[in-house]
Every structure is written in structure tokens, then in C-alpha cells.
């Protein structure tokens, strides 16, 4: 059995299909995770939504901004922006179904005898593998609730709180984990999410650092795959492995192999995604 692990798709249907074929992926043994973001600004949200669906127990996607963004749209709550193209999904006749299985996803995924941690963004580094489980559960618990959803999707908006405590409760502790576990990318000085700066880390203010260099971070020592940052690209460190290699702004998608002990990057070229 293979596990691999697939970047950002962001509805870029052919260089994902490209890539399975490459590897002769075989949903009867081999195991695919992507980190989210499925869908938004590429051109096959829906077909990519129904391919990841259709592989069953043989895909683990752990959801992205981007798959948030799509559960408030069709709930009425944010209108779709300029760069959105997520109407082709809200228009199929299966949306509804197509919705509630991507409610369903997890935003973290953890395998014990890989030693590996998928998720959309990252783990803030004050949390240990028990708390970012712990804290996702509490979303996935709101989101699969069909009379908690809505409401919970109108307050997931906002940057605040920064900081984590054990202390915050309700609402402000569920949009802190949203945040960090599908939108963050740098920590401040304080400890706290910034949530602006989304350039690569050579050009990021001194005041900033990525989160998977803060000293002492709880999570070090285990591996993490994580999407999200188009700008860092495929980059890998000594327990993190960047995934999101911009297919969907005309460059690559990438896919690893995590299984393998030297792990072979593996792309498909796609000019013009959008």
C-alpha cells in the first residue's frame, strides 16, 4: 500500500487526475489525503468535490478556507466575490449532497503508524497533537450538525481572537481554531495569528515568523503535511512538508509520497487551471 499526499486543488480537475494516473494510484490498496481547499478560483470545483467523494475510505481531505467559504455561501451567509467560482457547485442538482459530504470532512487527520499529521494550514504551536485533535473534534461536532451549522458559519468570520487560551469559550474559541488550523501562516512576537501577510517567508516583516519555526513549538519532532501557502510552494523542513505549489495560479500541483523513506516529489504542469 501507498499513502500519498496531493496539494491545494482549488478545482483543477486534469493535473489532478494526471498525477493518480502517474502513480497508478489503486483505491483498492493505496490511500490518498489532500489538505483541503478541493475547491474555488480553478474551473472543476464540482468534479474535483465528486472524484475525492467517490474514493471513499481510499481519500482523507481534511478541509481549507476555501471549503468553509463554499458551506457559508451556499448557506446564504457570504456572497460569492469576484475571484469565486464556486456557482458551478451551487448550481449542480447534487449540490445539496455534494455539501453535506464535504460538512463532513475532518480538519485534522492523524496516522499512528506514519507518524504523520495532515492538515489545511498548520498547528499553532502552543497546542500538542491531544488539543489540536481535541479542538478540531469541537468544529467537526458544529459542523456536522446540520441546526448548528449555519449559525456557527455566521460567526466563523473575523481574525480575532489572536491568541490562544484554554480560557476562551464558545464561539470564540471555535473561530480560533478555524483560523489557525485552515488560515494561518505566520505568528507574531506576542504569540498571536497574523493573519494578513500571505507573501513567502523571505519577505515577511521581522516581527513575523512561520509557524513552524517558533521555538519550543509543541508539535516538533512530528511530521505535519499542510497546504494553504501558494507562496512558500513545495518546501519541506525537518517534521513539515509544504504542499500547495500554486496549480491553480498556473503552476504546479504536487504529490509525495509519504510512505517512502526519501520521498519522491512528484508534479503535473497545468498553464492555465483558471
Known amino acids: 500500500m501507498a499513502v500519498y499526499a496531493i496539494g491545494d486543488l482549488q478545482g483543477c480537475l486534469a493535473p489532478f487526475e494526471r498525477l493518480l494516473e502517474r502513480v497508478r494510484f489503486d483505491p483498492s490498496h493505496d490511500r490518498l489525503w489532500l489538505v483541503g481547499d478541493l475547491v474555488n478560483r480553478g474551473p472543476h470545483s464540482a468534479a474535483c468535490l465528486r472524484l475525492v467523494r467517490d474514493l471513499g475510505t481510499a481519500a482523507i481531505t481534511v478541509l481549507g478556507n476555501h471549503d468553509l467559504h463554499l458551506l457559508a455561501t451556499a448557506a446564504g451567509i457570504r456572497p460569492l466575490r469576484t475571484k469565486d467560482t464556486l456557482k458551478q457547485v451551487l448550481d449542480q442538482p447534487d449540490a445539496g449532497e455534494l455539501l453535506d459530504w464535504l460538512a463532513s470532512r475532518p480538519l485534522i487527520h492523524h496516522d499512528t503508524e506514519l507518524g504523520w499529521t495532515l492538515v489545511h494550514a498548520g498547528v499553532p504551536p502552543a497546542w500538542n497533537l491531544v488539543t489540536a485533535q481535541r479542538e478540531a473534534r469541537a468544529v467537526e461536532q458544529v ?5 448548528r451549522r449555519k449559525a456557527f458559519l455566521k460567526e466563523m468570520y473575523g481574525d480575532t481572537p489572536a491568541r490562544w487560551s484554554d480560557s476562551l469559550q464558545g464561539t470564540d474559541r471555535l473561530r480560533y481554531t478555524v483560523n489557525a488550523l485552515t488560515r494561518m501562516r505566520f505568528i507574531r512576537r506576542d504569540g498571536g495569528l497574523d493573519l494578513e501577510e500571505s507573501g513567502p517567508p523571505s519577505g515577511a516583516p521581522s516581527r513575523l515568523t ?3 519555526k517558533i521555538p519550543g513549538r509543541l508539535m516538533s519532532g512530528k511530521p505535519i503535511a499542510f497546504g494553504h501557502w501558494s507562496a512558500l510552494g513545495y518546501s519541506r523542513g525537518r517534521d513539515w512538508l509544504s504542499l500547495d505549489s500554486g496549480c ?8 509525495v509520497r509519504l510512505d ?3 520521498p519522491e516529489q512528484m508534479r503535473a504542469w497545468q498553464k492555465n487551471c483558471r
Open 248 to 255: 491553480v495560479w498556473g503552476r504546479k500541483l504536487t504529490l
Open 210 to 212: 512561520p509557524w513552524f
Open 260 to 262: 517512502d523513506a526519501t
Open 143 to 147: 459542523l456536522q450538525d446540520g441546526s
